[in-house]
């Protein structure tokens, strides 16, 4: 397995756990009764200001640690180099990441429609952002492992 | 707009070459290993930049090296 199809399958992994995490939170905070009123809606804004955080801050840290390995096991001296394949797996994966980013705002109109409440609501296109980070992910990683 | 596909000899230009490594072309043309070897392979199409670029990494017109075949 490539420099490349490791990372992209790290960060693909870090989106599902880091989401995961947030969702047992979430599940801890509405038994709680703190997802409640307009008290509610402001610990979900920080509960997703500080996923963000995390999202940011774990996936540059996996970078260094992919790049510090192979720099240890001797892989590809142009491992950080980043040619027009490259560009053109990452524009075919965010055009599918779009159309899932989209589904998500679908779903929370529907849900707005249908009286779900806000919290459901924010929570249905947060689900959209997250699928898309790691359905990119796992897109590119396929290219990558197919040599397309 | 017709459909066709894409065929190249960089495989065997690579051997006239002196067995050329992939490595090597890709280090010439500044791209990664993994796109030589995706081009080589017919899997991945490169722009006409890189084509040009592998052309000239070989020293023979652009013709010589990729084809396009109407399928």
Same mark, same amino acid.
């Given at each position: 397995?490539? /420099?490349?199809?490791?990372? +992209? ?11 995961? #995490? ?5 599940? %801890?905070? +509405?038994?709680?009764?703190? &997802? ?13 200001? @500080?996923?963000?955080? $995390?999202?940011? @801050?774990?996936?540059?840290? &996996? ?13 590809? $001296? ?7 394949r490259?560009?053109a797996?990452?524009r075919?994966a ?5 159309? #899932? #980013? ?10 707005? /429609?249908?009286? /779900?409440?806000?919290? /459901? ?5 947060? %689900? %959209?952002?997250? $699928?898309s ?16 | 707009?017709?459909?066709? *596909? ?24 500044? *791209?990664?290993?993994?796109? !030589? ?16 670029? !592998?052309?000239?990494a ?9 084809s396009?075949?109407?399928?």
């Amino acid at each position: 397995m490539s /420099w490349l199809e490791r990372s +992209t399958l790290a960060q693909a992994l870090r989106a599902a756990v880091i989401y995961a #995490v947030f969702l047992a939170y979430m599940q %801890g905070m +509405t038994a709680d009764g703190r &997802l409640t009123g307009d008290a509610g809606l402001s610990h979900l804004g920080l509960a997703i200001l @500080i996923l963000i955080g $995390a999202t940011i @801050i774990i996936g540059i840290i &996996l970078q260094i640690l992919a790049m510090i390995l192979a720099a240890i096991y001797g892989e590809e $001296a142009m491992a950080d180099l980043t040619d027009e394949r490259d560009k053109a797996i990452e524009r075919r994966a965010i055009e599918v990441g779009f159309t #899932v #980013v989209g589904c998500g705002f679908l779903a929370m109109a529907l849900a707005l /429609w249908q009286g /779900w409440g806000a919290i /459901w609501a924010i929570n249905l296109l947060l %689900g %959209g952002f997250v $699928a898309s980070d790691i359905l990119v992910n796992l897109l590119k990683f396929r290219s990558y492992w197919r040599g397309a | 707009m017709p459909k066709g *596909v894409i065929t190249n000899n960089i495989r065997r230009l690579r051997f006239d070459a002196g067995e050329m490594t992939q490595k090597d072309l890709a280090e010439k043309v500044g *791209v990664t290993r993994q796109t !030589i070897v995706a081009i080589e392979a017919a899997k991945y199409s490169p722009s006409l930049e890189l084509a040009f670029q !592998i052309a000239a990494a070989f020293g023979v017109p652009l013709a010589e090296v990729f084809s396009w075949e109407q399928t």
